[in-house]
């Protein structure tokens, strides 16, 4: 949030109503300055008082980020696969777990650095932290 320059800074200013007396305690300044170094904290506690979004199934597209399996006692890997997913406004970091079959997709993608697409619930399990929940529909985009 706001710009990168470290001397940047932002300057609010406000002024009463004329029609309105001012309050009895009228050491409220009028303006104030935030400094770069509140930016980031301002976007967190921005983010933490919006109000959370409903959960519902949506369909997303994005890369494989990163590989985490493991063998199952068939010797097929399944496991948790880290996305990025492209969004409207920034690319999210997000888990899922795989099964067998589409672990193999996954695999396939990442190595061609391609797109996937699936449907699931994403859920926000810590501050930055995210996982698709109940996925299903897994595919690679360039599958016919």
């Not at 996305?83 to 067998?100: F, G, H, P, S, Y």
């Not at 391609?114 to 595919?139: A, H, N, Q, S, Y």
Request: proline share 6%.
């Amino acid at each position: 949030m706001g710009p990168q320059d470290e001397r940047s800074a932002l300057s609010l200013t406000a002024t009463w109503s004329r029609t309105l007396p001012l309050p009895a305690a009228a050491e409220t300044p009028s303006s104030v300055r935030l400094r770069h170094d509140m930016f980031s904290k301002i976007g967190r506690l921005a983010a933490r008082l919006r109000p959370p979004r409903p959960l519902r199934k949506s369909r997303f597209i994005g890369l494989v980020d990163s590989l985490h399996g493991a063998p199952d006692e068939r010797g097929r890997v399944r496991g948790e696969v880290q996305l990025l997913l492209m969004n409207q406004d920034e690319n999210i970091k997000a888990r899922v777990t795989l099964d067998a079959d589409d672990y193999r997709k996954a695999l396939e993608a990442h190595g061609a650095g391609g797109f996937v697409t699936l449907v699931g619930t994403l859920e926000m399990t810590g501050e930055r932290t995210r996982r698709i929940v109940d996925p299903t529909k897994f595919r690679c985009l360039n599958e016919e």
